[in-house]
């Protein structure tokens, strides 16, 4: 079965609905056909997940907004700002190693960290080795406030997370990364595929 020539039945007549609506089930498509997805020849399972992301991003969405709430922050600008002071404990940051960590535009990013700046957050600064980049670094006020947020914030991951066994966890943060990966291949393939129809029309 690959999801491509799938009868997807006969809609009954209104009598027949009307009179026994629950007689008639639709037989609906395929949403994929990877045969690594497919569980006993249906999506259901992958239905099933797609639908648990939505639910668990959104969560994880209000859970982030109301972390960045607490220090006066919007969602976007939280997670800059932690996502800066977070990659320059290893090294230097600059707008384009943070777009590449959040997998978003620079030009996002340049205009959220001159929100960050004009608020005392973010301080940037030529790079020494190469004067053509600016590096990002968390202000003194930046650390304290993300000082005052981490009492509040640990035992809601926590709680967020807390299903998780360490070995789950793991492999999660893995899963996760090629995930994204495998899902920006398939909007470019959405998009070349729209493009590819828009042509023909």
Do not use: C
């Not at 491509?4 to 809609?11: F, H, P, S």
């Amino acid at each position: 079965m690959n999801g491509q020539n799938i009868d997807i039945g006969t809609v009954p007549d209104s009598t027949e609905t009307s009179e026994n609506p629950t007689t008639w089930r639709p037989v609906v498509p395929l949403t994929i056909a990877s045969e690594e997805l497919l569980v006993d020849g249906g999506d259901q399972l992958f239905r099933k997940m797609v639908h648990a992301f939505f639910a668990f991003n959104a969560r994880h969405e209000t859970i982030r907004d109301g972390h960045a709430r607490r220090i006066g922050l919007a969602g976007t600008e939280y997670t800059i700002l932690i996502s800066i002071a977070h990659l320059g404990q290893e090294a230097s940051v600059n707008v384009k190693t943070v777009a590449e960590h959040l997998h978003v535009s620079a030009g996002f990013i340049t205009n959220t960290t001159r929100k960050l700046q004009s608020r005392g957050l973010v301080r940037k600064t030529q790079n020494t080795t190469d004067k053509r980049k600016t590096n990002l670094t968390v202000t003194p006020k930046a650390i304290a406030l993300l000082d005052e947020l981490a009492p509040y914030q640990r035992p809601v991951n926590d709680a967020e997370f807390g299903s998780l066994s360490r070995a789950e966890f793991l492999q999660l943060s893995e899963t996760i990364q090629r995930l994204v990966t495998s899902s920006e291949q398939a909007a470019r393939l959405q998009q070349d595929l729209e493009n590819t129809q828009d042509e023909n029309e």
